[in-house]
Nanobody
Framework: QVQLVESGGGSVQPGGSLRLSCAAS????????MGWYRQAPGKERELVAD???????NYADSVKGRFTISRDSAKTTVFLQMNSLKPEDTAVYYC??????????WGQGILVTVSL
C-alpha cells in the first residue's frame, strides 16, 4: 500500500508562486504515473499535470507555461512549481499516483488560495 504526504500549499497574492510536494512511501516498486489534480468550490476535480515513469509530462491548457511538474531521482516525490498564480487557480490540490498494477492512490488534498 502506498501512502502520500502533500505539503507546500497556502495563500499567495496573484502573480506569486508556490511549490507543492508529494512524497510517496510504503509498498513502492514502481510508480507509473505521478500527478496533481485540483478541485475548486462547486467544480469537478480536474487534472493539472502529470508525469510518467518515462518522464513524459502532460499539462492542462490552463496552466501551461506557468506550472512545472517534476520529480526526484528516486521517483518517489513529485513536485508542482506554480508561478504566475491567478485567483482561478484557487482550489484543493490532490496528488495521485498510479503503480505498476494500475492501482491509484490519492493524497489528502492541500489548499491553495490566490487572492489579494
Amino acid at each position: 500500500q502506498v501512502q502520500l504526504v502533500e505539503s507546500g500549499g497556502g495563500s499567495v497574492q496573484p502573480g506569486g508562486s508556490l511549490r507543492l510536494s508529494c512524497a510517496a512511501s510504503g509498498s513502492i516498486f514502481s510508480l507509473n504515473v505521478m500527478g496533481w489534480y485540483r478541485q475548486a468550490p462547486g467544480k469537478e476535480r480536474e487534472l493539472v499535470a502529470d508525469i510518467t515513469s518515462g518522464g513524459e509530462r502532460n499539462y492542462a491548457d490552463s496552466v501551461k507555461g506557468r506550472f512545472t511538474i517534476s520529480r526526484d531521482s528516486a521517483k518517489t516525490t513529485v513536485f508542482l512549481q506554480m508561478n504566475s498564480l491567478k485567483p482561478e487557480d484557487t482550489a484543493v490540490y490532490y496528488c495521485k499516483v498510479v503503480d505498476e498494477f494500475i492501482r491509484e492512490t490519492w493524497g489528502q488534498g492541500i489548499l491553495v488560495t490566490v487572492s489579494l
